[in-house]
């Protein structure tokens, strides 16, 4: 199998969709059932992997379709609470795929550990003595990580940034900028911080406060981008350029004002963290990280960026920190999220890290594009009246009837439900 368009997959059985998923990873059975939830975390696994357990919390996992980045067909495995996400991702992945589908690319994996430095008398001295010892600090920090240096990372330069005033007085920090492969990072950035401070107060003659990694991973950059013709996004009575203007409006608004760029922005990682979440990456990192980027210029804007071409298509962007692995952490230790990395089929965490950044942007298309057209509300309201009438005991093909009915009717309510239900039987037991 190699295409990830699939048409109607809503439509069908958990059981048929999940047969298809592992056909399309080549799941051996226990992958299969780590899936379904059925062979997932165990309670021993999970009280290794955190204190004080006394359960599990189980979410559902489902799989975007139809999206094509640098030219390859990918299946996103993403996991969340929130109707609509999926269907919205998958939607959107269609458009694009229209206009030859998304193309990533990202930066090295370099993430960068804050050295605080206390108590210095001459903050500009101190900075020149560190910069002087650069490659000394970088020989240090390499001890401590022979494998990430064996895999050709490893630390790579210091920057240093002096913060004159500060509520606790001057104080100067040390940037060590580490180049962590396929791990997220975290655990080899602090370790090689934590080995630095004694030489750090060595050279600088100061007080070594905080050594912990910076969340703000500016160094470590996906980026993603697409282009979708405009006759690609006409429907019913909406002509496609139009649809694409109002996308382009819709984006203005948040590139110029923070209160809908926080909507905005809440919007694409809608999409990154129920990736984030299926494939066992540390979610709050990167929301900290996306969330602090969209706010370098010093006014929290839009992390997106749309346009449109002479010809009227839209052209979507988007550029973010996102610090990921695959290896160790969640990632690695829990059954479902090393399934849903060989659902993605990625190589390395740059890969991994693009493909999150084209389901930002399709997520972000997904929103602004019902913002800007119908509301939001319509796509809501189909999804949930589905729900609602398989809640009211719809089965089968009863379940689309009565929704579309309900949708029709502009009531979705389960006593509308029940009642639609009993007339499609009389109906049908008439016939
Ligand atoms: C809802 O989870 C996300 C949206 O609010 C995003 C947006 O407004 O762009 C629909």
Redesign the pocket.
Known sequence: MTSSRVSGFYNWTLEERLAWAARWADLTDAETAALAGMLGLTLGQADRMIENVIGQYTLPLGLALNFQINARDVVVPMVIE?PS?VAGASFAAKLARAGGGFRAESTPPEMIGQIQVLDLTDLDAARSALLAARERILARADETDPVIRRLGGGARDVDVRLLPDTPAGPMLVLHLIYDCRDAMGANAVNTACEALAPLIADITGGRVGLRILSNLADRRLARAECLVPASALAFDDFAGVDVARGIVE?WAFAAADPYRAA??N??IM?GIDAVALATGQDWRAIEAGAHAYAARSGRYTSLSTWSQDPQGNLIGWIELPLAVGLVGGASRSHPTARVALKLLRVQTARELAEVMAAVGLAQ?LA??R??ATEG?QKGHMALHARQVAVAAGAEADEVARVAQRMVAEGVVRPDRAEAMLTSLRSERGGT
């Open positions: 929130e996400v819709a909507t905005h809440k919007g809608n972000n929103a602004i019902a913002l939001i």
